[in-house]
């Protein structure tokens, strides 16, 4: 059993920045995939960003590309999602993601991932 807990959310003005954190607890050496992922409010959750923990190889959705960075600190079991250039449209609540099967390709998709936090909301507005 793999426990997810984020942190780092919060209020930013549009062209603000953000961290957020995501430690695991438990059986972290079996994930194969971490991810992030935001829920609007009326919309579905959406992949934004994804890694392969072993390779390192990431995938991000078109609308947060070079803006979003995500990156693991395996010393720390802690995966962050940098997030630069905020607008208005990315506020959601952000949920970290935890995946055991190898995907080939970091994948964006819900199915995919297995274990999830309990999200962090991230509000843009001027």
């Known amino acids: 059993q793999v426990a997810l807990v984020e942190s780092g959310g919060g209020s930013v003005q549009p062209g603000g920045s953000l961290r957020l954190s995501c430690v695991g607890y438990g059986y972290i050496d079996n994930i194969m995939n971490v991810g992030w992922f935001q829920q609007a409010p009326g919309k579905e959750r959406e992949g934004v960003a994804t890694?392969?923990?072993?390779?390192?190889?990431?995938n991000y959705a078109d609308s947060v590309k070079g803006r979003f960075t995500i990156s693991q600190d395996k010393a720390k079991s802690t995966v962050y999602l940098q997030m630069n250039s905020l607008k208005p449209e990315d506020t959601a609540m952000y949920y970290c993601?935890?995946?055991?099967?190898?995907?080939?390709?970091?994948?964006?998709?819900?199915?995919?991932?297995?274990?999830w936090g309990q999200g962090t909301q991230v509000t843009v507005s001027a």
């Open positions: 890694m392969i923990t072993g390779s390192g190889r990431t």
């Open positions: 993601a935890a995946g055991f099967r190898y995907t080939g390709v970091p994948s964006l998709r819900k199915a995919d991932f297995a274990n």
